[in-house]
């Protein structure tokens, strides 16, 4: 499987981005998909994340009620729609493909795709 993010790009506080994964390759109902966020000298850190089913859903508490994930079997991608965006919003967005099932940990995250970079100005 191979993953690219798209979408990214400069807004001002409180605008909003829809940044897209696509998904090269065999997807599963159970297999679940993440977005993280990497900021300026920070670590890799969990947003969002999806059961391909969308039986599920879960979020940083940061990005509660501002973000909302979801996923197109038609398109085979994933998305994050971006809300009422905030300076500390601004990294490198990523998506990954879990191999440990349900978790918001990185490690248990591969096929990292290139990320989108989102910079949110005040």
């Known amino acids: 499987v191979q993953l690219q993010a798209s979408g990214g790009g400069l807004v001002q506080a409180g605008g909003s981005l829809r940044l897209s994964c696509a998904v090269s390759?065999?997807?599963?109902?159970?297999?679940?998909m993440g977005w993280f966020s990497q900021g300026p000298g920070k670590e890799r850190e969990f947003v969002a994340l999806i059961r391909w089913n969308q039986d599920r859903t879960s979020y940083a508490n940061s990005v509660k009620g501002r973000f909302t994930i979801s996923r197109s079997s038609a398109e085979n991608s994933v998305y994050l729609q971006m809300n009422s965006l905030k300076p500390e919003d601004t990294a490198v967005y990523y998506c990954g493909l879990s191999r440990s099932g349900w978790s918001t940990r990185v490690h248990d995250y591969g096929s990292w795709g290139q990320g989108t970079q989102v910079t949110v100005s005040s």
């Open positions: 390759g065999r997807i599963y109902s159970s297999h679940v």
